[in-house]
């Protein structure tokens, strides 16, 4: 009895969205948008807590305007990781993962066989969707698109 191929990616899989290459193609003006976003709230992020930081460092009693200041920058904080944290929702509701929010990198899943595997989006490559790794490979492990041409990317 020959088992249905399908029938076993479904179940190895099981409750992953699961993408092909001309899906995932298909996806790159809205993936690129949400990159985009959660790069920027990342920096941004970034840029205020370290505003909090030297703020809060500044020796001396602080002043009025200090003390403005970093409540001002604390709340642009908590705005700034709320919507850096819906934007990662958004791609995880998708089931894409964020590899490096400030690289621009997220993976994408697909099956290789019945290992599960990530196509890499990389928001700075002039094709942002040219590399895959397996699972199992190291971080930075990047397999050129093309080796998968013995399989159907479709």
Same mark, same amino acid.
């Given at each position: 009895?020959?088992?249905?191929?399908?029938?076993?990616?479904? @179940?190895?899989?099981?409750?992953?969205?699961?993408?092909?290459?001309?899906?995932?193609?298909?996806? &790159?003006?809205?993936?690129?948008?949400?990159?985009?976003?959660?790069?920027?709230?990342?920096?941004?992020?970034?840029?205020?807590?370290r505003q909090v930081q030297l703020l809060d460092a500044?020796?001396?009693?602080?002043?009025?305007?200090?003390?403005?200041? &970093?409540?001002?920058?604390?709340?642009?904080?908590?705005?700034?990781?709320?919507?850096?944290?819906?934007? &990662?929702?958004?791609?995880?509701?998708?089931?894409?993962?964020?590899?490096?929010?400030?690289?621009?990198?997220?993976?994408?899943?697909?099956?290789?066989?019945? @290992? &599960?595997?990530?196509?890499?989006?990389?928001?700075?490559?002039?094709?942002?969707?040219?590399?895959?790794?397996?699972?199992?490979?190291?971080?930075?492990?990047?397999?050129?698109?093309?080796?998968?041409?013995?399989?159907?990317?479709?």
């Open positions: 009895m020959n088992p249905n191929p399908k029938r076993a990616r479904r @179940q190895y899989f099981k409750g992953m969205r699961v993408f092909t290459h001309s899906r995932a193609m298909a996806t &790159l003006p809205y993936l690129t948008h949400i990159v985009r976003s959660v790069r920027e709230r990342a920096l941004e992020l970034r840029q205020l807590r500044r020796p001396g009693q602080p002043t009025r305007d200090t003390l403005i200041a &970093l409540e001002e920058a604390r709340t642009a904080s908590d705005r700034v990781r709320a919507e850096y944290e819906e934007a &990662l929702l958004e791609l995880r509701s998708l089931d894409i993962l964020c590899q490096d929010p400030i690289r621009g990198e997220v993976l994408l899943p697909f099956p290789h066989g019945k @290992q &599960l595997a990530w196509f890499i989006f990389d928001l700075f490559e002039e094709l942002p969707l040219r590399t895959w790794r397996y699972h199992s490979d190291a971080q930075d492990v990047r397999r050129p698109i093309t080796e998968l041409n013995t399989i159907k990317l479709g």
